[in-house]
């Protein structure tokens, strides 16, 4: 099981970025996705998520507004689409997938990708 993302990087507050997080290994219409962030010296905290199973997402009231969530089954990706990016949105982000199969809770987290906002 492999969970890669990517897309992050640098840019200016205001500005956007658009974050990819691809599945391998699972089957992907069964689980749900988040995005989580760490920002230096701090806990990592939930973002965004989504179920596959019925596209409900959850965003965190701090990114609601300017973050959207959303999914292709098709390639096994999410992805998260940062507008309005504020100095506070620096942190490294993670994408994570969630499922329960025939009673079996299942974790997998993909690598980090920073994300650094200037002011």
């Known amino acids: 099981v492999q969970l890669q993302a990517f897309g992050g990087g640098l840019v200016q507050a205001g500005g956007s970025l658009r974050l990819a997080c691809t599945a391998s290994?699972?089957?992907?219409?069964?689980?749900?996705m988040g995005w989580f962030r760490q920002a230096p010296g701090k806990e990592r905290e939930g973002v965004s998520f989504?179920?596959?199973?019925?596209?409900?997402?959850y965003h965190a009231d701090s990114v609601k507004g300017r973050f959207t969530i959303s999914s292709d089954i098709s390639k096994d990706t999410v992805y998260l689409q940062m507008n309005w990016l504020e100095p506070q949105d620096r942190a490294v982000y993670y994408c994570?997938?969630?499922?329960?199969?025939?009673?079996?809770?299942?974790?997998?987290w993909g690598q980090g990708t920073q994300v650094t906002v200037s002011s």
């Open positions: 994570r997938a969630d499922a329960v199969i025939l009673g079996q809770e299942y974790t997998y």
């Open positions: 290994g699972i089957s992907f219409d069964d689980y749900a």
């Open positions: 989504i179920k596959m199973t019925d596209d409900s997402t």
